[in-house]
């Protein structure tokens, strides 16, 4: 029989008398993508969280004296309360074998109850990954390039490679019928979006 | 009196100060293959943007419903037809600018006969 400890992140500890096996899954997602001639190829690979599975964490009244924890008729509730309360929350796993893991969240921890004083767990734990947000600043936009061909080109810089006529002067327009429909078109466009004049 | 802005369509990018109502800007003109028109864009004298990229949208302004607090005062409009081509920039389609003071002036006066009603 292992000995596991699980500690809850106020540091408050729980050990189980005993556990008959336990296994931490470590795996890796290699993506899959499937092309015509019917195989398949990948661009990346996802490295997965790791996942611990307890099998038989034995509680008893009674433990062995070497273990934190004291016995009585109620360390079978505490037991189960301690797990209730680490459900939703980080918290530290502590093997023989594997050491001391962290960010541990609890998937599932079912009990068996026989005709012996005691439960029996199985208990699954997957290694959280935790990530902080932060602000990316992003440039502006910069005005679209284009050869002497009026191809969009890319990767060039803004305004620089535009070519610089210089200072030019305004035409007068010639007035008449055209003027007063593009001023009566401006008027009615400022009324419709309600642009003081 | 309303202005035509210059234009050159023989080169795809090019960039010119300009003074509008005392006020110097600079205006810069892209043609875009893909979309087949004319795009403008309104910069201060230092190449600060102010408008980025407007089309050359006929019967529009290219800047309105902006608020332009660094740019002129007045008004632009595009005159021509759409489904233009390149060439077509400051031949049939042309960049024309009206102050305040020129729409102000072309709002109807009141006549007397109106209805006032009150709601």
């Known amino acids: 029989m292992a000995a596991i400890t699980i500690i809850r992140d106020d540091g408050q500890a729980f050990s189980f008398d005993g556990v008959v096996s336990y296994t931490l899954t470590a795996s890796v997602t290699v993506t899959d993508h499937p092309i015509e001639s019917g195989s398949v190829v990948s661009d990346h690979a996802q490295v997965q969280p790791k996942m611990l599975s307890l099998s038989r964490a034995i509680v008893t009244e009674t433990p062995f004296s070497d273990q934190d924890s004291s016995g009585g008729a109620d360390r079978v509730t505490r037991a189960l309360e301690f797990l209730d309360s680490i459900a939703g929350a980080l918290c530290t796993v502590v093997s023989e074998r594997y050491g001391t893991i962290e960010n541990m969240a609890i998937l599932r921890y079912p009990s068996t109850a026989d005709v012996l004083r005691r439960l029996a767990f199985d208990i699954d734990f997957k290694q959280v990954r935790l990530a902080e947000a932060g602000l990316v600043d992003i440039a502006p936009s910069t005005p679209v390039q284009v050869d002497a061909g009026g191809a969009e080109t890319s990767g060039a810089a803004g305004l620089p490679d535009a070519q610089d006529a210089g200072e030019q002067a305004t035409t007068p327009t010639e007035g008449g019928e055209q003027d007063e429909a593009d001023t009566s078109l401006l008027l009615d466009l400022a009324t419709a979006l309600g642009v003081e004049v | ?119």
């Not at chain 2, 902006?66 to 031949?91: I, K, M």
Request: aromatic share 14%.
């Open chain 2, 1 to 119: 009196m309303a202005a035509f802005l210059p234009a050159f369509p023989a080169i795809p990018q090019h960039v010119y100060t300009v003074t509008l109502e005392g006020a110097q800007f600079r205006l810069q003109f892209t043609w875009r293959r893909r979309l087949q028109s004319w795009y403008v864009s309104l910069l201060a004298l230092d190449d600060t943007p102010i408008a980025m990229g407007r089309r050359l949208s006929a019967g529009w302004d290219p800047f309105f419903g902006f608020v332009l607090e660094a740019g002129p005062d007045g008004f632009f409009v595009v005159r021509g037809t759409d489904g233009y081509a390149r060439e077509d920039l400051g031949a049939s389609l042309r960049l024309v600018y009206f102050t305040r003071a020129e729409l102000r002036a072309a709002i109807p006066a009141a006549t007397g006969d109106e209805v006032v009603v009150e709601i």
